[in-house]
């Protein structure tokens, strides 16, 4: 599975998918899998024997035709083998790169949902969440935080199902060893009967070249049948080895592949979701964060106001007292409007008292004048008085002088 990632660091970090398998030339497959110089002497012998036999036989007998016949069918059930086995590992690929089911679809499951997790694509978490853009309602953290508690479940089962994938994919790799090792054994096989199909190429091109001069019609029976045959099955030998190797090739890339999509399932597993943790915790703390900055910034507003404030006050105090203190106690106007009321008023009395001396004067004449017409009728008065007085003393001592007797 091909994946492309941009990533914004110092260098930028692309992942390319791998290269496809070479085409691997008929003519370069031979050779690819060794064969030991032991079995090369063995498979020689064989290849010498076999080609005197057919040479010692005559052309047009039943015998020559069966050896012509073993040669067409040289090296049929290696091929079927091999082939059998190419069959099997190349259904793995299709499986591998269906992307509507399995790993794949299981990863892009999880990248779709912790997108939407991605707390920095939410803007400001702490303003309010607005219906229509204009009426304010709910809190946009707190239904952030909701969701993300939600998501749980899903993004569990994913993980859940990643490791079924992965697990999958580990018995697929256990398999394809297994697949190689059987696919190694058939190139083997194949090896061998190129070799003893080259070998026998040789041979009976040599032997057809000596019968050229003993045998013309030998010669040209050799070179029609057997050697035509033989290089027409070194041909499909080769062509089937190069299938071979190149599905070798690409069950090895296979099981590469695998191995990317393990260390891709343990990083999803492992770095991704905890990268969203660390997201949504750091969303999480730098929202706490703003809360706390917002009260201190209020805080440090309310004392800045406080301070200014008293400097405020101590400012107007200080100026009134100094203008006080600068000022009289009583104002001027004030103390010079009541010295004027004094001296207004001790002129009034002034001019009451000259008014009041001719009024006093008149009063003292009356008074003087009704005390001399009181004094004739006091002294009539007091006359009468005196007389009464000296009547009654007398009438009292004679009673007295009476009492005595």
Known sequence: MATTTDQATAGELKLTPPDPVPVVQPERAAGLVPVGDEQRSKLQTRVDEFVDDLVSQDVNSPDFG??????????????????????????????AMDKDAGVGADLAELRRTV????PSTKGDLLSRRK?????????????????YQSAQGHIGAILARLQGGKDELLMDNAAIDVERQNLWAAMGKLEQMIFMSKALDETLEQK??????????KAKAVR???????RQRTQDLLTQMA????????????????VELI???????????GALRTAVTVAQAMANQRLVLDQITALNTTTAKIIDGTGQMLKDNTARIHEQAANSTIPLETLSRAFQNIYDTMDSIDTFKMQALDSMKQTVQSLEGEVT?????????????EGAAALGDSKTAKALLEALD
């Open 373 to 385: 017409k009181s004094k004739a009728y006091i002294a009539r008065a007091q006359g009468q008085a």
């Open 115 to 118: 997108e939407d997790l991605d």
């Open 224 to 230: 029609e049948s057997a050697l035509f045959y033989v």
């Open 131 to 147: 219906i229509f853009g204009i009426i304010p309602m709910g809190n946009k953290l707190r239904n952030y935080f909701d969701s």
């Open 263 to 273: 260390k891709g399932v343990d990083r999803a597993s492992t770095t991704t979701v």
């Open 243 to 258: 299938v071979s190797v190149q599905g070798y090739l690409a069950l090895d890339l296979v099981k590469k592949n695998n």
């Open 66 to 95: 069966r050896r012509v016949d073993q040669i067409t069918n040289m090296g049929r059930k290696e091929i079927a083998e091999a082939s059998g086995q190419s069959n099997r590992f190349l259904d793995r690929p299709v499986r």
């Open 208 to 217: 057809a070249n000596d019968l050229d001069h003993t045998d013309p019609a």
